[in-house]
């Protein structure tokens, strides 16, 4: 039996993914060495590399999205020209009179009595019924998916299936953090919902164990960002382009650089800062369709959107032209000290604790400081604090390691990504898609809502309903944790009335939840 | 791993991720205070609107002689097609808001122009931490004003039943007095048994989720009706009308909340914000469906009925270089419903003149935002002066109650 169950718990769970089910010996690998366990990960080569066939470059997304979209058009232009009657349908007017309440309850109770005459747990048949408040044309046939909802499914697929079947997944959570610190929502629009898993795999993973500030001047200069936040049409008030235009600056993608990416709030930049930086970065863009800029979907400085001339940043004046000049800001404002401090807070704060404990939070901003943004480094100095195996593990899994952690308890072998997409999106971490640019929230109090945690237990018992006949639910207790599994656990396990209620109580256990 | 089945199809994911920004969350008791005085039943909705919404663009002083210029291709205009619905000789409501223009007709609607809170600086998360928490400046808080008014309220019976949507409750309700909701997500559930079995495990080994878990499943227990779920090809705006919609039949109901509290996101108009028609013109529509879905739904209790709308902070006065516009200051807060003293743009206008914006690019605001929550909760509820400016509203006192915001 294992020699330190305590520790395994937090090496698998605080760490890592959760111990896979079957053969694996994934807890007694932990409880044997803990923190060995952890690092190993660290040092293979290219740890957080994704590459395997079917994942495109962004180039190439782009590309393939704007022939899409090309397509579309021509085929549009195609029935305007043909003078067809049938012309493309307009969005349906918002209703102007309010049904009156007789109205609404007579409406309520049809479909109450359709309700009761259809099979409850049919979720397609009972989604698919009249909608009262907008009425719904007839249905057309179902469209196949389009090249942007298979590049998101594949990407999907990809992610989980990499976390799914890796050892500990130290690596792959420090991906899930870092790409959550410089998140695009694939809700902005076609582009970012095509882009967001090369972004991933392109700015993000390359530097998940090198240098914050090769990760910065990655993110910051993706398509996929500059897209999400606005940057592609922030132009130079005295550019060219933006003289000829009479169009200027957009302020969003650098207000979220020190924000959210780099300083912090309170991180002792000003509103002129902002706009300086909003300056420095005109001209950041990525190439269209036509090509002209480059090749279609790859970052390219426009020097006819650039704001000409020297910008004064946080009190340094940057003198370079071109990009240049953005790049030796964002250097400059990745080793500045309010960053070490905003990013060692975060970091500790979702492995260890919501309020982190502060020798903990000063020791990894020195590091920070001291390597100059070495992320491998901050993780293996995370991993050989004492605080992050004494704390208590009180943080809850987010959806995503919940869901995760499930899987590869069970064995599953990932094959299609809907039940993880349709999971995630009901208890409200879309992937890749929080609702603003600060990213999907860090603290136990968002996950452990009343609304979420009865989500997860319904999750949970239909997993279970699914999967649990064949399953000996005493084993997977003790594949997940062994003997620092509580007494009241083991007894609830037990005691359930069949293996389904076992699985499901077990999933829902603190010994599954908390991390 | 098989969970969410029902969930697969395209429809169902977007469905979802749209109403991922759209919450709402009730007190989960009825407040037992004196009206009794002129027998009525009051309620409160609290709408946030997060992103910070163009208050200039909502209801544009057109009669400002600097406002066509700074608001630029954007702005709207008092004639031609799709004019500006003029509330009066100086302010134009959006043309996407008939609804909310028919009750301010009514005098069931007003406006409170260049409008802020306390927070001055321009981050969409202090703000709304402002916003919702009610202390004067941002910080790690843990309740919201909402809530703390809650616990100023003698407490009735026991709200049998609500709804929220959206797995968290918004920061302005959360805190000591519980609270419920509901999400309308349509998905096996877990049996009473297992649930039963798991609150007692939770109660030995893990309190602290025993309260959630025991809140999440009554929340259950009444709104199983389908007429709540979406519906494949809902898109945002339709889920704005379907979770007032919800809201509103529980309000409704004698044994319903009496008072909530929703969010909707995606206010952020950055780029491409629109002027009379396009992207923020169809979410005011989306704002003006909700307003009238509460109107119908509440029946008779509309008349005692006081929405307040509000919003981080305003946008830049002057449009962006790509036809939108940036985190700002002054704003506007929008008041709807039977109770409410309406037919009024309540403004102490700054004017628009470079010398007269705030920091040279935003509306000045001229009234606190407490101001106004404070007077509808003092007169809604009869809270007294002092808990407003005290355990409501900390540090408050010169944000005094606005008076006469309720009829």
């Not at chain 1, 060219?240 to 991180?267: F, K, P, Y």
């Amino acid at each position: 039996m294992a020699r330190d169950s305590q520790a395994a718990l937090v090496a698998l769970n605080r760490f890592g993914f959760g111990a896979r089910g079957g053969a694996s010996g994934d807890f007694v690998n932990a409880a044997s060495d803990p923190r060995g366990f952890v690092k190993s990960e660290l040092n293979r080569a290219n740890a957080a590399l994704l590459e395997m066939p079917g994942l495109a470059s962004t180039p190439a997304l782009g590309k393939a999205l704007f022939d899409y979209q090309f397509e579309i058009q021509q085929a549009r232009d195609a029935v305007a020209k043909s003078g067809a009657t049938e012309a493309p349908p307009t969005e349906p007017k918002a209703q102007r009179r309010n049904p009156s309440l007789s109205s609404i309850a007579t409406d309520m109770t049809a479909k109450e009595s359709m309700a009761s005459s259809a099979d409850g747990n049919n979720v397609n048949a009972a989604m698919a019924r009249p909608d009262a408040v907008q009425p719904n044309p007839p249905k057309p046939p179902p469209q196949p998916p389009n090249v942007i909802q298979k590049t998101f499914r594949t990407e999907a697929l990809a992610r989980i299936q990499r976390a799914s079947f890796a050892d500990c997944g130290f690596v792959e959570r420090l991906v899930v953090f870092w790409s959550n610190h410089f998140c695009i929502s694939a809700n902005k629009g076609g582009l970012a919902r095509i882009w967001a898993g090369s972004f991933e795999r392109e700015a993000i993973r390359p530097h998940v164990l090198g240098r914050f500030a090769d990760m910065l001047k990655a993110v910051e200069q993706h398509p996929a960002m500059l897209f999400f936040l606005d940057n592609q049409q922030s132009l130079g008030p005295d550019s060219r382009a933006g003289i000829n235009r009479n169009r200027g600056l957009n302020e969003n993608l650098a207000r979220e650089i020190m924000e959210l990416h780099t300083l912090g709030v309170g991180g002792g930049y000003t509103q002129d800062d902002v706009t300086a930086l909003a300056r420095v970065i005109t001209g950041w863009t990525f190439a269209g369709r036509q090509g002209q800029l480059g090749p279609p979907g790859t970052f390219v400085f426009n020097a006819n959107a650039h704001q000409p001339g020297a910008q004064r940043v946080m009190g340094k004046v940057y003198e370079q032209s071109g990009v240049a000049q953005g790049e030796a800001v964002l250097a400059d404002i990745a080793r500045h000290p309010s960053t070490a401090k905003f990013i060692a807070t975060k970091f500790a704060r979702h492995f260890v604790a919501d309020d982190p404990p502060p020798a903990l939070v000063a020791r990894l901003q020195d590091v920070f400081g001291r390597t100059d943004g070495d992320l491998k480094a901050l993780a293996t100095a995370l991993v050989d604090s004492s605080e992050a195996w004494d704390a208590p593990l009180t943080k809850m899994r987010s959806p995503y390691e919940f869901l995760i952690a499930s899987g590869r308890l069970l064995g599953r072998n990932p094959e299609d990504p809907s039940p993880y997409l349709g999971g995630l999106n009901v208890l409200g971490q879309p992937l890749w898609s929080p609702a603003g640019p600060n990213g999907f929230p860090d603290t136990s109090a968002a996950w452990a809502a009343p609304e979420g945690m009865k989500l997860r237990l319904d999750i949970s018992a239909q997993i279970a309903s699914r999967l649990g006949d064949g399953i000996d639910p005493r084993e997977l207790l003790d594949l997940v944790a062994a003997d620092a599994a509580s007494p009241d656990t083991r007894r609830t396990v037990e005691r359930a009335e069949s293996r389904q209620q076992a699985l499901a109580l077990l999933l829902m256990s603190p010994e599954f939840q908390r991390r | 791993m098989q969970c969410c089945e029902g969930l697969r199809s395209q429809a169902a994911s977007r469905r979802s991720l749209l109403l991922g920004g759209a919450a709402f969350a009730a007190w989960a008791y009825l407040p037992k205070f004196a009206r009794a005085a002129d027998g009525g039943d009051p309620r409160l909705v609290v709408v946030i609107l997060r992103g910070a919404l163009d208050g200039l663009a909502t209801v544009a002083p057109i009669g400002d002689p600097e406002y066509a210029g700074l608001h630029g291709s954007i702005a709207l205009r008092p004639d031609g097609p799709n004019a500006a619905v003029m509330l009066d000789s100086f302010f134009g409501l959006h043309p996407a808001m008939p609804e909310f223009a028919r009750m301010y007709r009514a005098k069931q609607a007003a406006v409170i122009h260049a409008v802020a809170t306390s927070y001055r600086e321009r981050s969409h998360f202090d703000g709304q931490d402002v916003l919702e928490s009610g202390f004067a400046g941002p910080g790690r808080v843990q309740s919201g004003w909402l809530n703390r008014a809650l616990e100023a309220l003698p407490r009735g019976e026991r709200v049998t039943r609500a709804l929220a949507v959206g797995p968290t409750t918004p920061l302005v309700l959360r805190g000591a007095a519980p609270t419920v909701g509901w999400a309308p997500v349509a998905l096996p559930q877990a049996d009473d048994d297992t649930a039963m079995r798991l609150l007692e495990l939770y109660q030995h080994r893990d309190p602290a989720l025993v309260s959630a878990l025991t809140q999440g499943l009554q929340l259950e227990k009444v709104a199983q009706g389908d007429e709540m779920k979406p519906k494949p090809g809902t898109n945002g705006i339709g889920a704005m009308r379907l979770v007032a919609r919800g809201a509103a039949k529980l309000m409704a109901a004698d044994d319903g909340p009496r008072i909530g509290a929703l969010a909707f996101d995606g206010w952020d108009t950055h780029a491409k914000e629109g002027g009379p028609v396009g992207r923020l013109a169809q979410l005011l529509g989306g704002l003006d469906g909700a307003l009238a879905e509460f109107e119908g739904g509440l029946g008779d209790r509309w008349r005692d009925t006081v929405i307040v709308v509000a919003t981080e902070f305003g946008r830049t006065a002057r449009i962006n270089g790509t036809e939108g516009t940036d985190h700002g200051t002054g704003t506007i807060a929008l008041l709807a419903g039977g109770a409410v003293k309406g037919g009024r743009v309540i403004s102490d206008w700054p004017g628009l003149k470079p010398a007269n914006l705030y920091q040279g690019r935003d509306l000045a605001p001229t009234t606190d935002l407490r101001a106004v929550m404070k007077g509808v909760l003092r007169d809604q509820f009869g809270l007294a002066d002092r808990v407003l400016a005290e355990s409501v509203f900390p540090d408050s006192r010169a944000a005094k109650p606005m008076q006469g915001l309720i009829s």
